[in-house]
């Protein structure tokens, strides 16, 4: 039973641009859950105004208490508003309208990953000169909040590395290839009927979306600003369904990760599938969770785990925003947090560390004749290029070939494209060798 509570603050008055899925959502959990969330916050919440492109079923959503209307800028400059919540996507129009916004005073929260990764320093930038707050909690992995856990949690550590899974719609996908042994299109396809996948899934399926919150987690774990352009980037169109089932037989799993990891003078940023020992903590998240490691000298490895998509698992981080935002909008801006962990003057610029320099081991998968001939021309040209590996399977094709699975000692990637072009050219070898690296996280 709750207690009696007196609120001494007016209502923090909001303005949403967007009632999509997740507008919706955090206009049903506001609502819903308003006698909790304002004695959590000591000030109420109100959403005064909403910008949407279709007023009827905005109107059968909010009722008719709410400010309709079809011109986002008329409602980032209304002065009855204290935050624009922006929840409409895009990074043109939502671009111009968050900086609009915190031109006029106003704090922000979204849930757009792509907007702050491409255009994050300009608008942390106009946020600090404003003195308002950006908030983006929901931005990264939905309902779960690790960019409180990186900004506030392990403030103490000296972070090595972040690594996770943070795309739902490709972690579903990998799930149903492995546990159903179907192969790309047909478990895309479920994911589609399901709903954890768009019409249209190239931002998921090719590490966009991940590349875009990996950016946001390392500028919280290192303090320098990620250039989004140079984030490698691979997807999972390409794996088979027979990469999960060879991955499975050595006691690994298929995982798209994003991996953030410092280095002395540079940070390693990038995102692809991976296979991980089958009894790592990130190898059983399935379906569409989400899950972020992060290892701190003190600390040591935290875990992060929870929903990576939903319209209230979203919302949940929106409002967890909103309620930061009553808490210290009154605050002088010197006492906040920092929207990136460290504050602006200490901010690094530090390099990307080219891809070629990163190491790893490898998992390969080669199409070539079945004879001892055969196999030791493979060996001999991966050893060429200082790569220790050892044919841990094959399997039989009907043409007498057979796919070669290899795992090679940790290499730097440069050398593994270089043996890769070569192997490609063996006579022996049928089409494109297929390499996944395998992450340790350690």
Not at 37 to 61: C, H, K, W
Request: with cysteine; charged share 20%.
């Amino acid at each position: 039973m709750l207690h009696n509570y007196s609120v001494a603050l007016p209502p923090l008055r909001i303005g949403m641009l967007g009632l999509g899925t997740v507008g919706a959502g955090t206009w049903r959990v506001l609502t819903r859950n308003q006698r909790d969330i304002v004695a959590r916050s000591g000030r109420p919440m109100e959403i005064v105004a909403v910008a949407v492109r279709d007023l009827e079923r905005a109107r059968r959503i909010v009722g008719g208490a709410v400010a309709l209307t079809t011109d986002p800028f008329d409602l980032v400059n209304r002065a009855d508003i204290d935050v624009v919540v922006e929840v409409m996507g895009g990074t043109t129009l939502a671009r111009e309208l968050v900086l609009q916004a915190i031109a006029n005073g106003k704090h922000v929260v979204t849930a757009n990953k792509a907007l702050l990764a491409e255009h994050g320093a300009e608008i942390f930038a106009a946020a600090e000169a404003r003195g308002v707050i950006v908030a983006y909690e929901a931005a990264v992995a939905v309902s779960i909040p690790i960019i409180k856990a990186l900004r506030e949690g392990l403030v103490a550590n000296r972070i090595a590395w972040v690594a996770g899974i943070v795309n739902g719609t490709s972690n579903f996908i990998l799930t149903e290839m492995g546990s159903k042994g179907i192969g790309y299109a047909n478990a895309l396809k479920d994911a589609q009927d399901q709903g954890f996948a768009e019409a249209d899934p190239r931002f998921d399926v090719e590490g966009t979306d991940a590349a875009h919150k990996l950016c946001l987690l390392a500028a919280n774990a290192f303090g320098t600003q990620v250039p989004f352009a140079e984030v490698h980037t691979e997807g999972i169109t390409e794996l088979e369904a027979v990469d999960l089932a060879c991955a499975e037989a050595l006691g690994y799993r298929i995982k798209l990760l994003g991996v953030a990891r410092r280095h002395d003078h540079s940070v390693e940023v990038r995102v692809h599938p991976a296979l991980l020992r089958s009894d790592h903590l990130l190898a059983g998240v399935d379906g569409s969770m989400n899950a972020v490691m992060v290892h701190g000298d003190a600390s040591g490895t935290t875990l992060y785990y929870g929903a990576g998509a939903g319209s209230e698992q979203t919302a949940s981080a929106v409002i967890a925003d909103l309620v930061d935002v009553a808490r210290s909008a009154a605050c002088d801006p010197s006492e906040r947090v920092p929207h990136r962990a460290f504050q602006s003057h200490a901010m690094a610029d530090l390099p990307l560390r080219p891809m070629a320099d990163t190491t790893s081991a490898w998992y390969l998968r080669i199409i070539c004749s079945a004879t001892p001939t055969a196999e030791r021309a493979l060996l001999r040209t991966l050893a060429r290029f200082g790569l220790q590996a050892r044919i841990y399977g094959r399997y039989a094709q009907p043409d007498h070939s057979a796919h070669h699975v290899v795992l090679t000692q940790p290499v730097a990637y440069a050398a593994l494209r270089r043996a890769l072009v070569s192997l490609e050219q063996l006579p022996a070898v049928q089409g494109k060798v297929r390499a996944v690296r395998v992450e340790t996280l350690e």
